[in-house]
């Protein structure tokens, strides 16, 4: 079984940095994609970031404009989501997520989930 963790989740002002965490268990990283995917109260599921590491491809959300930085370390199986100038927009609960083969947009094609870390923004 696969059981993803996300952390590093909190309260910012607008401008502030954060660095979200995703620990994954009973994962092994080979051709496989984990991303990042938000969702704000009221609106829907978002993808954020993701990262295919048979490639090293990376696929990002137009919106982030340079702010954010995927990363993942392999031998730890950890994923990373650096951040930065965060803006009340960012606020939202941040999902790690995690499927076969390459990247994609959509939620539906991630058959592993996390519980979710909130982001909250303030002006």
């Known amino acids: 079984q696969v059981q993803l963790v996300e952390s590093g989740g909190g309260s910012v002002q607008a401008g502030g940095s954060l660095r979200l965490s995703c620990a994954a268990s009973?994962?092994?990283?080979?051709?496989?994609?984990m991303g990042w995917f938000r969702q704000a109260p009221g609106k829907e599921r978002e993808g954020v970031a993701a990262?295919?590491?048979?490639?090293?491809?990376?696929i990002m959300v137009d919106s982030a404009n340079g702010r954010f930085t995927i990363s993942q370390d392999i031998g730890k199986n950890m994923l990373f989501l650096q951040i930065n100038s965060l803006k009340p927009e960012d606020t939202a609960m941040y999902y790690c997520?995690?499927?076969?083969?390459?990247?994609?947009?959509?939620?539906?094609?991630?058959?592993?989930w996390g519980q979710g870390t909130q982001v909250t923004v303030s002006s």
């Open positions: 997520a995690a499927k076969a083969g390459g990247c994609s947009w959509s939620g539906a094609d991630f058959a592993f």
């Open positions: 009973g994962y092994t990283y080979s051709r496989n994609c």
């Open positions: 990262i295919y590491d048979g490639t090293g491809i990376i």
